[in-house]
Structure formats: structure tokens, C-alpha cells
């Protein structure tokens, strides 16, 4: 017998796995939870049957949903991360050296999956100068601040992270922060959803002074073609040298993630 | 009912593409070839089980494996497409308003069917200029020669494409060319198959002077992230600017596709 996992990339493609066994499934007050072990990707955790993040290849989507905008910032003490519960953000955030690291979780499930299931990634929160608040992010910077990096590592904007895709949040955003500040948002598929990628540009464009989207290959996700966008008021360029190991990111990497396709820049236009 | 395709990545994952119909299945000479209409990718050319191009994406794949060289070449008059039946490749090269531009592909029915199927592709064919041979191409080049450009747009390196990945064919390629000429081959897929594209490498700098990997998103090859060499005895770079329409190829895309992921680096040290 064979048991696979398909995702819905679209009603008429799908990305499946196969897996060994299902290892949990809960449904928590937010979302429906499934951990899976698979037999090419290690364990697998989807959220309302979206791939979330893998063993194997967890390590692109957070190395640069963090690096990008820890190096662009000149000396990222304070950090936070909305989102993120797997822990996977705030294990490179700490490769900074950061004096505290805040992660924002609405669905104190996802925190408790991934300490069970990925201790790779959810080591971060052994780390003392790591902060984990159950809360809802965009409450969360209503109330707080004097951030020097802000990342919003959200699931996609339907449900309960579609907030985070909208103008006030990024104002608050701002708020949130202290000059100079940075801010980076994952964005979705550019080939299959061109205008979540282009809107959240255009809305942070209208709070901060500069905005870029870059690229990184993810291959479990829609597409294999994955967008983040980063904002600041200072401009966006690479202030520090990287200084510990990385499997995806490069300095080199920084630049170059930052060329975009031209049906991507064209899709924008409209 | 829903009727799927699904291409096995590896034996524990797969892609599937949600079909209108079989419009053809033959078993030419050569492969198992099958053309499908698919809900949202057109049509789709299928070979042994491998997606060889869909009519929403091809313009990804044939774009960089054909801009990247030719810019290469400071004016390439004669170009040489090994593989290819399907006309994109050389639909692209008379972007740059070759002389003469040959495909040798030893499967007649793969260009029977693109002519039927894939006629936004298999235009190409309409130009005097593009001379069609159906042959085996590691003959071809051992015959033929003064070409600028040679493109080697195969299979995968197993069936009748292996001998397209060895260090004789690449020596008979470089006689072939005249002085300055530049070689490009698709390379696999750098996540799953990393050996794949470091031994093009490797093999092809045997031969000539320099030889670069380059990268692109193709949304239906597995992972997602799709792998090229370039070789050639002069300098890669960019010689020429792009004075035609792309809708993925930009001049700055040129430089920032050859920029790798550490863990490509890496895995060609090994």
C-alpha cells in the first residue's frame, strides 16, 4: 500500500509525498495541523494541506526570509518574528548574534508540533535571548517596539494571517520599529499568484521609503519559485559580511536574489 | 472523474497535472512519447514520463538555454541545436537573426507531434533558415562544423541522451565550433540530482577554457530549480544587449542566473 500527501497547488496541480506514516493530526483553534513523515523530505508540516515546511529543505525558505534583511540591517539587536512558531526564523535570526529575539504565534499548536517533530528547526527556543509570545501579531505591534528587524513569516494571506498583507498593519509595522529599521514578508508564488507578491510591495512602497522583492528556489512549495519583499526607509542594500555557514545563502546570493524575472516585473505593471 | 498525470520526481514524489484529455500516445523508435490537454499548463509534451515542456512554461526554459549563450557570442551567424524537435530553441535563436540555424533531433515524431500540438513552439520550422535533420546529433557533429553556437537541449542523461553528457562528445563539439564559439546544455535539476550538472561542468572545462552553471525556475521540472552549463574558450560574459522581447530572460538576469546557491557549490566539491 502506498499513502501520499497531496498538495493542491492549484484545483488542477499537485505536488505530492510519500509518507511513512501520519504523525499527528490536530485540528487547534486555528488552523487543521497534520505532521507527516515522509520518505524523500523527513517530516512534513502542512497547515489547512498547504506545505508548511520540511526537514529537508526548511533550510532556503528560513536562511533567506532572515538573512536578507538581518544583513541589510548595519547592527540588528532587537528582533522580531510574526509568525514563525516553528522556531525556524529565530534559529538564523540567533546566527546574528542578536541581544533578543520576540517570535509572535497566533496558534500555540504550531509551537508545540515543532518542538515534537523538528527539533532541528525548534531548537531556537532552548536559546535564553529567544521571547515566545501565543499571541496575534498585528495586536502584538500595536503594543510593542524598538525593533531593529521586523519578519513577518506568515502562512499565506487567507485565514488568519491575511491581516499582515494590508496597509495599517504595515503602518503599524513601521511604529514598530526604530529608525532604520527593516522589514521582510514572505509573498507567495510569483508565477502562480503574481499579485500578492506585487500588492504587498506597493503597500509597504506607501509606509516605507524602499521596497524590493527578492527570490529563493523552494522546491516544496507552488511553483519552486518563492518571493519576499523587504522594506526599509534607509536603502536596501547589503551592510555586513556574512560570518557563519550557511547551506543556501550567500553574500553573492543577496544581490542576485533581487533580479526578477521579467514576467514578474511585468505582472507588477498591472 | 478526474483524470491525472503524474510525473515521479523520485519514486516518493511526484507532480501531477489534472487533464482534459490524451490527445496522442505513440511509441516512436526512440521513447514513449504522450501529448496531453492539461487544465492549466496547454498543452504537454511527455516523454518516458518526463514533462519535456508544457505550452504555459516552455517559454522559461527555452529562453535561457538560448539567450545565455548567444549573448555570449559577440555575433553568432551559424547555430547548432542538438536535440530540440520541438522548434523552441531554435524559435529563440532566430531572436538573434542567425544566417542559419540547424536541429538535428533523432526522434522525427517528436517534431510530427510539437508541428500538431505545439504550434506557438514548433513555428520555428516555418523559417527558411531553420534546417531540420533528423539524425543522432553525436554523429552530427563529428561531420559538421563552423557553427558560433551549440546548444544541447536533450533529455535527461540516460536513454539516447547519455552519450550528450561525456567528455568525446564535448571534444567533438569544441571542432565543431569556430574560434570564440560557445556551448550550452540543460543539466538537471541541481536539488535532486546535483552530480548531474558538476560533472557537465567538470567535463566540459576538460575541453574548453571556462564553463559556468547558470540557473532558472521552471515550474514543472522537479524542484523547480533547473540547471545550465556554458562553455566556451573565451570569457563568459554578457557581449550584447537583448534588443528583442523576453517574457523571463533580462540582461541583468544574465549575471545574477550564474550566481549558485552554496549547497550547488558545495555538492560540486565532493
Same mark, same amino acid.
Given at each position: 500500500m502506498e499513502l501520499w500527501f497531496d498538495e493542491m497547488h492549484t484545483p488542477n496541480v499537485r505536488l505530492g509525498f510519500r509518507i511513512k506514516r501520519e504523525l499527528e493530526h490536530v485540528r487547534s483553534e486555528y488552523q487543521d495541523i497534520h505532521v507527516f513523515e515522509t520518505y524523500d523530505y523527513g517530516n512534513l508540516l502542512v497547515i489547512d494541506g498547504t506545505v508548511q515546511t520540511t526537514e529537508r529543505d526548511e533550510y532556503i525558505y528560513h536562511e533567506m526570509i532572515v538573512h536578507v534583511p538581518m544583513l541589510t540591517h548595519?547592527?540588528?539587536r532587537r528582533v522580531l518574528i510574526i509568525g514563525g512558531g516553528d522556531g525556524g526564523a529565530a534559529r538564523e535570526a540567533l546566527k546574528h548574534d542578536p541581544e533578543e529575539v520576540h517570535v509572535v504565534e497566533i496558534d500555540e499548536m504550531v509551537v508545540k508540533l515543532s518542538k515534537k517533530y523538528f527539533p532541528g528547526i525548534a531548537r531556537?527556543?532552548?536559546?535564553?535571548?529567544v521571547n515566545l509570545h501565543i499571541g496575534d501579531g498585528i495586536e502584538f505591534v500595536k503594543n510593542n517596539g524598538d525593533f531593529d528587524v521586523i519578519i513577518i513569516?506568515? +502562512?499565506? *494571506?487567507? %485565514?488568519?494571517?491575511?491581516?499582515?498583507?494590508e496597509e495599517e498593519f504595515y503602518r503599524n509595522l513601521k511604529n514598530a520599529l526604530r529608525p532604520g529599521g527593516v522589514v521582510a514578508q514572505q509573498c507567495g508564488s510569483p508565477f502562480y499568484n503574481p499579485g500578492e507578491a506585487c500588492k504587498a510591495r506597493s503597500e509597504l512602497q506607501k509606509v516605507f521609503k524602499y521596497a524590493r522583492l527578492y527570490l529563493a528556489y523552494i522546491p +516544496?512549495? *507552488?511553483? %519552486?519559485m518563492w518571493s519576499f519583499v523587504i522594506a526599509s526607509?534607509?536603502?536596501?542594500?547589503?551592510r555586513r559580511d556574512t560570518k557563519f555557514s550557511t547551506r543556501y545563502y550567500t553574500d553573492a546570493l543577496y544581490d542576485s536574489s533581487m533580479v526578477l524575472p521579467k514576467f514578474v516585473e511585468e505582472s507588477c505593471k498591472d
Open positions: 548595519p547592527n540588528p531556537a527556543y532552548e536559546d535564553p535571548r513569516d506568515s +502562512t499565506d *494571506p487567507v %485565514g488568519p494571517a491575511a491581516g499582515l498583507f +516544496t512549495y *507552488p511553483s %519552486g526607509d534607509e536603502v536596501i542594500k547589503r
